[in-house]
């Protein structure tokens, strides 16, 4: 038995790794092409990987096109606020509907898991005329609209409150406490991994966001990351090493951000049963 276990661990192991070394490719091959000339990226040899001469041609040219300061500064402010906004209206909205008891609980439970049902680019147009009729495109605010509420959000806070036991809430309407104070010091403290998880799955999902942003702030010292790497691909060439190189630099954010809040992204994907 410990002899057949010894050798399913191996072999689980050889498989993980396996897939990890094919998960890294396309990052190395990012990296090296960043370092390539428009010709070496280009040319079709399997045997020819590392570049002849490591050049740096391709992100002095990219800092030189693309403002990479203001492109950090819009993306975090971005992250940032569809973050704030999405825990705060989810986590009450995901209260109320786990915990509450009030007339169209039902319907608006429905709506929200009617929402999470349908593709997000029908809500474009809506969206787009709203934040136009309030004069807000090419501003930080258009960037975080689509983000105020999340109905994926407020579906996991809500499985999040109702898997706490209800002698929590009796035990506060004993001491006092009304429906705000409970929420606010009783309930919402203990759902705290839930909101990590939302946290995540929200900066990713703004991060990776690429539509929203090239409609409503397609002036360049407006964009984000995804939109000005999507600018900087030609109608008919695309220089691959200036690409990578920008690429290269745009993940800088998320890495960084990942290797400080390391501890926080296993334990919000663990706990919430979620993948990236």
């Known amino acids: 038995m410990e002899e057949k276990r010894k050798i399913s661990k191996i072999v689980l192991h050889i498989i993980l790794i396996l897939g990890a070394i094919i998960m890294l490719i396309p990052f190395a091959w990012m990296i090296l092409t960043a370092f390539k000339t428009p010709t070496e990226a280009t040319q079709i040899d399997p045997f020819v990987i590392f570049p002849k001469e490591w050049l740096t041609n391709a992100f002095r040219s990219v800092a030189g096109k693309m403002n990479f300061g203001k492109l950090y500064l819009n993306t975090l402010l971005m992250i940032v606020g569809r973050v704030i906004c999405a825990v705060i209206t989810a986590s009450m909205a995901g209260y109320a509907l786990g915990r509450l008891n009030f007339k169209g609980k039902k319907l608006c439970f429905s709506l929200v898991?009617?929402?999470?049902?349908?593709?997000?680019?029908?809500?474009?147009?809506?969206?787009?005329?709203?934040?136009?009729?309030?004069?807000?495109?090419?501003?930080?605010?258009?960037?975080?609209?689509?983000?105020?509420?999340t109905a994926f959000g407020t579906f996991l806070l809500r499985q999040s409150y109702m898997s706490l036991p209800k002698e929590l809430e009796e035990a506060a309407r004993l001491d006092g406490c009304n429906i705000p104070q409970t929420f606010l010091y009783i309930m919402a403290p203990l759902t705290r991994s839930g909101m990590i998880a939302l946290g995540i799955f929200t900066a990713l999902f703004a991060y990776k966001d690429l539509m929203w942003p090239l409609i409503s702030n397609p002036d360049q010292a407006a964009m984000p990351l995804s939109s000005a790497l999507a600018k900087?691909?030609?109608?008919?060439?695309?220089?691959?090493?200036?690409?990578?190189?920008?690429?290269?630099?745009?993940?800088?954010?998320?890495?960084?951000?990942?290797?400080?809040?390391?501890?926080?992204?296993?334990?919000?994907?663990?706990?919430?049963?979620?993948k990236l």
């Open 113 to 149: 898991l009617f929402q999470m049902m349908v593709p997000v680019q029908i809500f474009i147009t809506p969206q787009y005329l709203m934040v136009s009729k309030m004069g807000m495109l090419n501003t930080i605010f258009s960037l975080i609209f689509p983000g105020l509420v």
């Open 232 to 274: 900087l691909q030609g109608q008919f060439v695309a220089n691959y090493p200036e690409l990578m190189a920008a690429s290269l630099l745009a993940c800088i954010p998320m890495v960084v951000l990942y290797i400080i809040f390391q501890k926080q992204f296993i334990e919000g994907i663990a706990t919430s049963g979620g």
